[in-house]
T-cell receptor, first 109, second 115 residues
Framework: QKEVEQDPGPLSVPEGAIVSLNCTYS??????FMWYRQYSRKGPELLMY????GNKEDGRFTAQVDKSSKYISLFIRDSQPSDSATYLC?????????FGKGTRLSVIA | SAVISQKPSRDICQRGTSLTIQCQVD?????MFWYRQQPGQSLTLIAT?????????ESGFVIDKFPISRPNLTFSTLTVSNLSPEDSSIYLC????????????FGSGTRLTVV
C-alpha cells in the first residue's frame, strides 16, 4: 500500500463550482498535512497546511483532516479558471514530505 | 520564504551522457532535497543534500547514478548520469525552513528528455 493515495483525475468543473479533492494516507505517525498547487512548468507551491483534525479555512480554500480515518480533503469554493492546476497532497512527520500523485483540475469558464 | 533558482529549466540529452542541474537559494538553508516527478506520478524524493558530507539517498536511488554536491548552504547540484530514456522526467530541488510543520519551497524544476 502506498503511503499516500490520491486520485489523479483529471477533474473538470464549470466556473463557480465547489471542488473536492481527497487523499488517504496509511501511516498514523504523519503529523502534518499539506496541499500544494502546481501550475504547468512550475514547481509546487504551498497552498495550505494543517496538523490537527478538523477544518482550516483560507479564503475560498478549506483543508480538512480526519486522523481517525486517515483522510484529508481540500475544498475550493467558487472555483475560478485561475484555479486550474495540479493539486498535490503531502504528509510528513519526522521525515521529508511524502506526496500524493496529484489531481489535475481544470475549471472551465 | 526562500527563493530558488534552478537551472536549466529544460534539456534534451543523448542517452549515455550526463546532465547536471543547479539549485541556488537566496538564503542559507540547512536542508535541501532533490525530487523526481515522472509523468502521472507523485514527487519522489531522491536524496537529501547535506552540506559538507555525503548526500543521504532514498531506497532505489544510488550515488553512482545521482551524484549530488552541496558545497555550501546556498547551493547544490544533482547530476543524472549515464542517461537512458527512463530518466526522462522533471527534477526539482526543494529547501526546508523554519520549525515544524516546516516551510518547503520548490524550484521551478528541470524537464529532462533523453533521446
Amino acid at each position: 500500500q502506498k503511503e499516500v493515495e490520491q486520485d489523479p483525475g483529471p477533474l473538470s468543473v464549470p466556473e463557480g463550482a465547489i471542488v473536492s479533492l481527497n487523499c488517504t494516507y496509511s501511516n498514523s505517525a504523519f503529523q502534518y498535512f499539506m496541499w500544494y498547487r502546481q501550475y504547468s512548468r512550475k514547481g509546487p507551491e504551498l497552498l495550505m497546511y494543517t496538523y490537527s483534525s478538523g477544518n482550516k479555512e483560507d479564503g475560498r480554500f478549506t483543508a480538512q483532516v480526519d486522523k481517525s480515518s486517515k483522510y484529508i480533503s481540500l475544498f475550493i469554493r467558487d472555483s475560478q479558471p485561475s484555479d486550474s492546476a495540479t493539486y498535490l497532497c503531502a504528509v510528513s512527520g519526522n521525515t521529508p514530505l511524502v506526496f500524493g500523485k496529484g489531481t489535475r483540475l481544470s475549471v472551465i469558464a | 520564504s526562500a527563493v530558488i533558482s534552478q537551472k536549466p529549466s529544460r534539456d534534451i540529452c543523448q542517452r549515455g551522457t550526463s546532465l547536471t542541474i543547479q539549485c541556488q537559494v537566496d538564503s542559507q538553508v540547512t536542508m535541501m532535497f532533490w525530487y523526481r516527478q515522472q509523468p502521472g506520478q507523485s514527487l519522489t524524493l531522491i536524496a537529501t543534500a547535506n552540506q559538507g558530507s555525503e548526500a543521504t539517498y532514498e531506497s532505489g536511488f544510488v550515488i553512482d547514478k545521482f551524484p549530488i554536491s552541496r558545497p555550501n548552504l546556498t547551493f547544490s547540484t544533482l547530476t543524472v548520469s549515464n542517461l537512458s530514456p527512463e530518466d526522462s522526467s522533471i527534477y526539482l530541488c526543494s529547501v526546508r525552513q523554519g520549525a515544524p510543520p516546516y516551510g518547503y519551497t520548490f524550484g521551478s524544476g528541470t524537464r529532462l528528455t533523453v533521446v
